[in-house]
């Protein structure tokens, strides 16, 4: 050593000490490495213990924080205790110098400090707790997605064996599967259903058509799928949703399938009403074929008939009655059916419904590619929600239907719709439509000067709800009438085609990235530390087993060089103060001591610690050559050994 002290090879510490911080390091930098490439790689997990018992986790990873942040804060107080070992052996230090760095060691704060020292190891014991809180960020389990792709089967439109019904006969030829259906996954199908829906879903179609303009009608609910809602319009696709994408839950797990995202074919269905200023007795209108007799309990009968705007005249073919104790409470109507856009809907109604009556609104189905993205329950969300966009970049000419099939489909249904639902004291059908009407009205920011003509796009929004509601209804009884004949055979590719979604599970990722660097930047620090140490002790190769921050070594080192550290406190206490034991006691602390070696024999060498007083810092009591003391144990008296 530079003072001249040697120790013999017994009295250093071996090779595999002065390893134990560097090993220390090398096992944070490998966690934090890898967490650092799994974060780059976006790795992610099906975790179902993580939703189900967060605390469990929770409690995991804090033991594992602890774990680590205590090796790498070890790694650098045994890196202090390494350089306080041997400085104390090529020099003196006082006794405040080794309390302070006995407290950075242990972690610890010690109030008998002086108030500098004091403030230094509360500083140093707030920077232990820094790598503990990157740790806890590295390894938190956070929400990730895991991504996937899986197939899935829809209706090919117009594709279906359902049958006409149009010339009188709208629903002589209406196929309905049973009653009741058993649970698809999640949720419970609202059968029955039917090529005729608008007779079997009646109540669902004229409720979804009266709280379409409700202010709070952003989730729209499905009326053949129980807890499955429409974020908006649903423009008639999403049928494969809870009836042919089983196999998505399957694969993923109900617990764990987020979402999942797919295109389809559909139609982007306009209606544009207005008044007929023109109304004659020619065109669609009620006529009264028989009297009310109250006294009788007979209801007066009206007969719906008349030409409609594209020239057709409804008097022979596909007129209907209804009937009502006067024609103020009654509402009918009849659509067009050509193989062309846009076909037409002609309303008459009563004084009650007034709104309604006379008006011809133009439909025009748009042959158009929806995105369709699927959401299912959560802890955040109880429903299923399915969100419908039109995708704007698929241009479609004629590509959906061509044959018009489907759309004529609808169209009949339409007119089936007010067929069956009359009433005597009122009509479902213009309750429903005002409804929507009253809540536009509510919506509205100046009601005063509301007329029929501004409830028109009021009309417009129940009337492409009807629309959507039916195609949608119409190819999920696609789906059901070919799985009632094919259970468990392979999907038709004359009536499904065959799709690819993008699927969402919910999965959990460990740790953020920028606390993971962070962690990696201060493995490194850590390890530039060691590197520098290491080079600056040589590898620690003077390093002595002695360790004066060990309570044994220190009893025992102070036992062997009693004699000159009795001395020294003799000479700072004075004979009406002596020390009495205190930590704090500052004349005591001004003590220097350093490491020194006795040779008891030639063949016997023991370490003990030797003291004196210095040449000192401020406060010293008095001022004296370095006279180390030590016992010898075989002359049983003190004496002075030179170094």
Not at 471 to 498: K, S
Request: glycine letters at 6%; proline letters at 5%; one cysteine or more.
């Amino acid at each position: 050593m530079a003072s001249g002290l040697h120790f013999p090879n017994s009295h250093l510490e071996g090779w595999f000490t002065k390893t134990i911080p560097l090993i220390a390091l090398l096992i944070t930098t490998t966690v934090s490495t890898a967490l650092l490439y799994l974060n780059l790689t976006r790795w992610n997990f099906q975790h179902v213990a993580w939703t189900s018992v967060p605390s469990f986790m929770a409690g995991i990873i804090q033991v594992v924080v602890e774990i680590l942040a205590a090796v790498q804060i070890f790694a650098l107080l045994t890196l202090v205790n390494f350089a306080t070992r041997i400085a104390l052996c090529r020099s003196n230090s006082t006794l405040d110098v080794l309390k302070y760095r006995a407290a950075i060691c242990l972690g610890r704060i010690d109030l008998s400090l002086p108030w500098l020292s004091m403030t230094l190891v509360i500083l140093v014991y707030g920077l232990m707790k820094v790598p503990a809180f990157l740790w806890a960020n590295s390894l938190a389990l956070s929400p990730s997605v895991r991504t996937g792709s899986n197939n899935l089967y829809v209706p090919i439109l117009g594709a279906d064996n359902f049958i006409h019904n149009f010339n009188g006969d709208e629903l002589k030829h209406c196929w309905r599967s049973p009653a009741s259906f058993p649970n698809q996954g999640l949720f419970l199908m609202a059968g029955p259903y039917s090529s005729c829906p608008g007779r079997d879903f009646v109540d669902g179609l004229l409720e979804a058509a009266s709280t379409v303009s409700l202010a709070n009608a952003d989730y729209l609910p499905r009326i053949d799928v129980d807890g499955a809602f429409y974020s908006g319009r649903s423009y008639g696709v999403g049928a494969a949703v809870g009836h042919s994408d089983t196999q998505q839950s399957q694969n993923w797990g109900d617990s764990v399938l987020a979402s999942y995202t797919y295109q389809d074919l559909g139609f982007n269905t306009e209606v544009l009403c207005n008044y007929n200023s023109s109304l004659t007795s020619a065109d669609w209108s009620l006529w009264q074929l028989q009297a009310e007799n109250k006294n009788e309990g007979i209801p007066a009968i009206f007969e719906a008939k008349g030409q409609l705007p594209d020239g057709s005249n409804i008097n022979s073919t596909s007129f209907y009655t209804t009937w009502g104790w006067s024609v103020d409470e009654t509402v009918a109507w009849q659509t067009t059916n050509s193989t062309y856009n846009p076909n037409y809907i002609s309303t008459a109604a009563g004084f009650n419904y007034k709104f309604m009556n006379a008006t011809q609104c133009t439909i025009n189905f748009i042959p158009t590619m929806f995105d369709i993205m699927v959401t299912y329950p959560s802890q955040s969300s109880p429903n299923m929600v399915i969100t419908v966009t039109p995708n704007s970049d698929e241009p479609l000419e004629n590509a959906v239907d061509p044959t018009w099939h489907l759309q004529t489909l609808v169209l009949e249904q339409i007119t089936a719709l007010s067929m069956v639902s009359t009433t005597l004291y009122g009509s479902v059908l213009g309750e429903a439509f005002l409804a929507n009407a009253q809540a536009c009205s509510s919506n509205a920011t100046n009601t005063a000067q509301f007329t029929d003509n501004s409830l028109l796009p009021c009309m417009q929004q129940s009337w492409e709800s009807i629309i959507d509601n039916l195609l949608l209804l119409l190819t999920a009884a696609q789906i059901v009438e070919y799985r009632e004949n094919n259970a468990n055979g392979p999907w038709d590719p004359a009536q499904f085609r065959e799709v690819f979604d993008r699927e969402n599970g919910i999965a959990s990722q460990i740790g953020t990235r920028m606390y993971i660097l962070l962690t990696c930047a201060l493995n490194a620090i850590c390890l530039i530390i060691w590197i520098i140490e290491a080079f600056r002790w040589s590898f620690w190769k003077d390093l002595p087993k002695f360790n004066i921050l060990d309570l044994k070594s220190a009893v025992l080192g102070g036992a062997m060089g009693g004699g000159s550290i009795v001395a020294t406190i003799r000479e700072v206490e004075s004979p009406k103060a002596p020390w009495t034991g205190a930590s704090d006691d500052e004349k005591v602390g001004e003590i220097q001591v350093q490491v020194a070696v006795i040779d008891a024999d030639e063949n016997l060498k023991r370490v003990s610690l030797k003291a004196s007083l210095g040449t000192g810092k401020v406060g010293t009591i008095g001022r004296r050559p370095w006279a180390p003391f030590s016992y010898d144990k075989v002359s049983g008296e003190e004496s002075v050994q030179s170094f």
